[in-house]
């Protein structure tokens, strides 16, 4: 599963950087896609541009204009970009370097003239059955923002359509809205991920009821560490939000606050269902193992009665197996069916005894 | 079970409204009842006054009146009337849709004019044994309470019945005592739903106790389910009615303060149940467990006592079934009754050995 | 088990006032008095008086003195008493139907002119060897104390005898010297019922060293669920100690406060004992599964020893039962010594086995 | 064990004193002492006077004097004493009664003239393998110390001789300084109960790697019964010390605070190997119940292979043995072999069988 | 493993000091270099110098200039050493103290003139598989940084490199930048023992879920035991860095603020690491349980069905090998071929049965 990149990441990270000062730019991660891709957007209420620019000095007088933009950049593999945006809006190093380590934690920056975020993107992979995430990077000031993601994917686009088409109130709005309406595409993403986990979790379950195997474990054990994942990337997501909720910064409005809020509830309702689900998987571990140790006992309880049944005549039937030369019962002419009626006696009686003690 | 909306309602919900822009209006969860049903109610401590309304526009002028008015709408599903309320009252259009969609988390909104609460109502379905949540959203001002059901029950006609009938001090009280009085009423659903939980524990316990079977393992697995999922309702409804307790907003009176301290005291106690119910289930599975174990202990001790004195015994016999030709026991006269006095000896001196060790 | 009022107290109350106005005088719990009995002791450093009224009114004038007044009502069913008391000190509604319900949460009032407490106090019943718990509310301002107890029992008695014959401090203090020596007396209790439970804890855990039986388990269960119960009860009632300590109530004397803080600390004791012993009973749980699973490895052992030794054994005493006509061992004439060499050497060299692996 | 005054403590105190008024002066405990003794210590960095007191009254000159006195006694049963110092320091009642009742919890009480502090000193008994507690009790004011252990120790002599021998910077410093001397001897005491318990629990450990018996689940369960009871005696220590570090009382001067700071960081160190080696306990406990089932699974194992090789065979060898008149197998010449070859392949098949599924 | 100086340093520490004053100056832990090494390195924007010294008077004068300096001192039982800087920049006895005390628990003391930190550094030895702990001390002031190794490790290697090479800002910054770079390389340390761990996690639960032994139980109890200890050391380190970062103090420049918050992140980012790895372990080991438990399923379904199988067989061999002169079933011509037909009857139909059970 690649949605932890816990261990891995870090260590990849470490690996690279280890020798370099600290602010030393360099891109850490998977290289995911060819070409970087940069996308540029300016609206207000009235206008509306759109084009893809080739080279990032493109994008800086449209940025100077009063009416809203948007810098998309896809691919963080060209380092020096990242560099120019950098020196053109005046970031800290530091910022430049988390940009491009794409194992960062999601935090926030405030700073006077812009506010810096980072969060992960999470999809879910049909094909492999797995989670994948991706690092996106929110920069947005009085009049723009610029988000930078590892690969070309499209969940922005819906975004870019509802402001083409002069949808929703999103024109009428500020950078800060803007901003808030990636945060939001992002954490709708999460409740994609958490339905996708969700119907696994009711699969298994149904699987458990019915038929529990070896694989089952391993299904709940998978379940449980992708929770686990879940839970390390939801946590850190709410307090960044949070964060900008109650952020006192002027770069953020107050009719957007009640925006920001709606979407903070959200985190919240992704980390109940975390966390419930955590509980489910705990529980589901529970039935798993007793289901288990009951069709043992059930096992069991077949091999007793067979046993306990047929061992006490095996053994009868050895003692007339005997040679001895004076054994009288052997020359009865009733001992033959006699031994028989003895033997059923004794096997019906125990049946009933078993009976008695709920054992069948 | 439909209690926990969890992954489930979710799920709808985002793939619903995936590509919409935020505040777009759109009904999400079940359409649960036919038709939309209004309620009006006008009272002061003198005058009362009650019509179902047709459209939503009959019950604006009563709204404007100096008595207090409370609306009451079961159904959500004709969006049109949500709008042109929200409109007459000035609401935020994220509000407008947080009444409508019907998967939201339990929350306040403390707004100058008014004040917006979601609440979970929950219901014990008896026929089908499961407990059923329904959203409601109030919002209640200076002199109205707005309260939206998703379909027709009749849990607050107790409270419409007291109003009518002059009994209790609501008709003295204002808006903000009615919205209590609605809160206290939903709170007093889940004492229900407890007393009905507690009942099915007390039930499985005592089956368990007695009898258990693999049955109830799965009764405790959903029990635990159950208590998960209530759980995820009562604790942002405690968030809720302590922000209600502890605001500063002008619409609460004073003397509704105490009132409001009180339902929360019931939330607390609503908590407290269900936490020691979910100690008491889990303290269940281990009991479950052992007993399982138990049991499986008592079928191997039968099995141990048969095996371990009838294996030797056949051995015996096995012995003197040998056909050698020179078995000089074989021709003793009392060979057969000497073996007889053996094997019997061996069989009682096994049955004291496992007295001794307690087995039996 | 009594102790839980937990659900099935709030069930009978929910019960009973569905369809009441908030408000509604009615007496919740079982009647466990036949008749309301009303004491009043009146002192003050020099003077004492203490006399068993007839009617509530006889207690009216008494308060009106400077000197400190008790009252003590056992027995809550007759409702027109508590509410002319509630008249007479110009109670809140709420707080009288408070002390109605038997099922109240522990909790504290603050009043300009009276501090309201409810809390529960315990019993160790040595017949049922349960626990009881009844319902104590306390009303007391500036040189009044009035006690509210479901039934008369004497557990206030030694306090009265200390009054009456002038020991320690009391006669000396105020009106929340008093209330404190109340609350005091109550958490005593809760120091004897964890002195009992702590007894049948270590009664428990003795058989469970020397002989576990299923029964045990149903102990260390029930003992686990008494202490949810008390744990229930024991921390609402720190919060009631400790908002008591911190009232800044002018009712609470200066010198009063170290002896709330002592009381506070006994609370604490308290809670320490509970947590220490649900730790202690886990652990319990845990060994008394252990020692059956270790109890069933040596049943278990036992069999293998016997039937891994004879299996062999009698496959051999069966190879020379068969009727072959052609087989040469059996007319040996050392045959059938031989045979009996075999299978002890095969015996012997088992058992070595077995001692190698320490099984024996 | 002794370690855990608790349920047992609180027992005894509370049966003692039932019936007697709050700050009634008796001693609560076992008494651990024949004699009362009082050791008196005087000094300032050029003086120093040591001496055996007889009665409590030869230490108050000494009080008076500008130097700084350290009175310490030893045995408690005798109330008289103790109320003399009372009365001469002016200490309030529930501070005597709380240096008399041994079970009481570490906490610490800040008067203006002099602060009262109460721990418990731990004593790790090498003959029983046992922890003893006794209580010690400090108040210090300006000038003066007095500490009250319950029985004679010789804990604090090391620090007597550093005094004595003009050592550290003890002499130099004033009254608090002391205090926190003592106070830093009794934290010691816990690193080396510390070390006995871990000292323990690596014997207990290597013991369940090597060969695990259920004695070994007994001691682990001993064990961890200590390391809660050390908890309970820890965390409110840390309470009582961060209390003391952050208090503002005039008494303690500022050169002082930085050794308080460094006591509080024991303090801290004490509860870290407490809770790590609660952690170590619970692991070890889940590794001992593995290693006991890996044991059971070898076992069967050995039991199945046996049984499922010789019970096929067995019935081969049976089936030869049936008397049947017309049985040709039995009148061939190969015969005997042949069933001896086809026994040997049955039984080295199931063993390539058993090998194949890693059984053996 | 040594990481973990819980008891074991505790003990030797408290041991060697017992019966000294506090503040007496002893080397506590292990001597684990040779000889006491001293690096001086000076350095500002322009100029930059760097020398071995033999004595540390050498340093002195460097110290006083206005560049930059950095005192790396390897190895501490050189007691005069650390006394003389003791000296010259006026620390505190106890820092002495606790700079010698290789026990010491990750803190920061904050004077005016300079900052003291205490930190673990961890190394992981590939040659034993253990990981190795270091304290490391370091005292930083307005334009000197003093740092404390135990043994000379080259750690700080590349950092000296770095300024000596003049890359990243490390020659523009003050003292409080080296000061934060040394942390940076501590906490870098963490992530590269991390990622061995996590690598040790990788392989052992590659191993469980192939071929699950008891050496595997023992291994997750190891990698539990050594997160218990990381754990141990993160959560102070994590204190240490959260306090420097809201430190007030004037040593910490504006500029440096933002670095000191980028590696408080990081070790956020450690503790997730742990704190997830250890919930992993957690599941890890309920799955090698269970594993376990199925594999025992097995090989007792295996018992079983040979068993249900062959002892019916054996038991109708049995009786017709019994030597009653009187049975007629022996004597009939197809009474052989007719009883292996009832007896292939008997075991096919059970086989039809067990699979019917999903037995096999």
Redo the contacts between chains.
């Keep these: 599963m690649s949605l932890?990149p816990?261990?891995?990441g870090?260590?990849k990270?470490?690996?690279t950087k280890?020798?370099?000062?600290?602010?030393?730019l360099v891109h850490i991660g998977e290289k995911k896609a060819e070409k970087v891709k940069i996308n540029i957007l300016g609206y207000d209420e009235n206008q509306y541009e759109e084009k893809e620019a080739r080279t990032i000095e493109e994008c800086f007088p449209l940025k100077d204009k009063p009416t809203i933009t948007w810098i998309n950049i896809d691919g963080l593999h060209q380092v020096d970009i990242i560099e120019k945006i950098g020196k053109k809006i005046d970031l800290?190093?530091?910022i430049l370097e988390d940009i491009l380590n794409t194992e960062q934690?999601p935090?926030i920056?405030d700073f006077e003239t812009c506010i810096y975020i980072v969060l992960k993107m999470l999809y879910y992979d049909e094909k492999t059955n797995e989670i994948d995430s991706e690092q996106v990077s929110i920069i947005f000031g009085h009049n723009f923002v610029i988000s930078f993601q590892e690969k070309e994917v499209d969940v922005f686009n819906?975004l870019r359509?509802?402001i083409r088409t002069h949808?929703?109130?999103?024109r009428k709005m500020g950078a800060d809205y803007l901003a808030y309406?990636l945060i939001?595409t992002i954490v709708?993403g999460y409740?994609?991920i958490?339905?996708k986990?969700?119907?696994n979790?009711e699969d298994v379950e149904e699987i458990m009821?019915a038929?529990p195997s070896?694989e089952t474990?391993?299904d709940i054990?998978k379940l449980?560490?992708r929770m686990?994942?879940l839970r390390?990337s939801v946590w850190p997501l709410r307090e960044v939000v949070s964060a900008l909720e109650r952020s006192e910064s002027s770069l953020i409005h107050d009719q957007t606050q009640?925006?920001l809020k709606?979407v903070y509830?959200h985190t919240?309702?992704v980390i109940?269902?975390v966390e419930?689900?955590r509980?489910?998987l705990s529980?589901m571990?529970?039935?798993?193992?007793?289901?288990?140790?009951?069709?043992?006992?059930?096992?069991?309880?077949?091999?007793?009665i067979?046993?306990?049944i047929?061992?006490?005549?095996?053994?009868i039937?050895?003692?007339?197996?005997?040679?001895?030369?004076?054994?009288p019962?052997?020359?009865?002419?009733w001992?033959?069916p006699a031994?028989w009626g003895v033997m059923l006696l004794i096997g019906i009686s125990m049946l009933f005894y078993f009976r008695k003690?709920?054992?069948i």
Excluded at 18 to 24: C, I, N, S
Excluded at 167 to 170: A, F, V, Y
Excluded at 317 to 327: H, I, K, L, P, T
Excluded at 329 to 333: A, F
Aim: proline share 5%; aromatic share 10%.
């Design positions: 932890g816990g261990q891995n870090m260590r990270r470490r690996s280890t020798g370099l000062p600290p602010g030393a800290h190093p530091l934690r935090k920056e819906p359509e509802i949808k929703g109130r999103i309406s939001d709708d409740f994609l958490l339905e986990l969700g119907e979790i009821m038929n070896p474990l391993k054990h449980k560490r686990i994942s390390k009640i925006y709606d509830d919240i309702q109940d269902s419930i689900n509980d489910v529980g571990l529970d039935v798993y193992l007793s289901s288990i140790s009951n069709k043992m006992n059930e096992i069991m309880k077949v091999l007793t067979i046993a306990t047929f061992i006490p005549l095996t053994f039937v050895g003692v007339y197996g005997m040679n001895f030369e004076f054994m019962e052997l020359t009865w002419y001992g033959y031994i003690r709920k054992w």
